[in-house]
């Protein structure tokens, strides 16, 4: 029995320096791997940066003569646009008296600005604009929600149109 208990006293014994032996080893590969990894990681870095500056050339400021552009004739502007002054000429036989500064679509009711003349119920209306041209005659004409017969210059009154119209729709009275 004795034989055995020395065994293993040996076996201890040398299991212990091994243990450390290795220990060191693998702290020594730890290191030569973790050595092989920052140069590989600098060899990298330097590729990149090495190509960078070979990618990038410096930019050398080029002077190019631009062609002239050709002149433009200038224009004068003409007299400004007043609102109630007609964009257009109108026929023979109307005359702009107003201007439409609102539109209610949901009563197909345009407000409109008399700026001269005189309109009456029973009259032949020409409203034109952009998109904008019909003619009607005048049916139905309110002022401050008053059922009137009868406008003049200066005055601001809702009329019950038959078509869509637009603000700055130009109002003529047909003769």
Do not use: C, W
Request: glycine share 4%; aromatic share 4%; net charge positive.
């Amino acid at each position: 029995m004795p034989k055995k208990a020395k065994s293993k006293a040996k076996k201890s014994a040398s299991r212990k320096p091994a243990k450390k032996k290795a220990a060191k080893k693998s702290l020594k590969k730890k290191t030569a791997k973790k050595k092989a990894l920052k140069k590989t990681i600098q060899k990298k870095t330097t590729v990149k940066k090495k190509a960078k500056k070979k990618t990038i050339p410096k930019a050398k400021p080029v002077h190019k003569k631009r062609p002239l552009a050709p002149q433009q004739p200038i224009i004068e502007p003409g007299p400004p646009i007043v609102v109630g002054q007609p964009i257009e000429e109108p026929m023979e036989l109307e005359e702009a008296v107003g201007v439409v500064t609102h539109y209610y679509s949901h009563l197909s009711v345009a407000i409109i600005q008399l700026n001269k003349g005189a309109l009456k119920t029973g009259d032949s209306i020409h409203i034109k604009g952009i998109t904008t041209d019909f003619t009607q005659p005048v049916e139905s004409m309110e002022y401050e929600h008053q059922h009137i017969d009868q406008v003049t210059a200066g005055q601001s009154f809702g009329l019950k149109v038959k078509d869509h119209t637009r603000q700055h729709d130009i109002v003529y009275r047909v003769r």
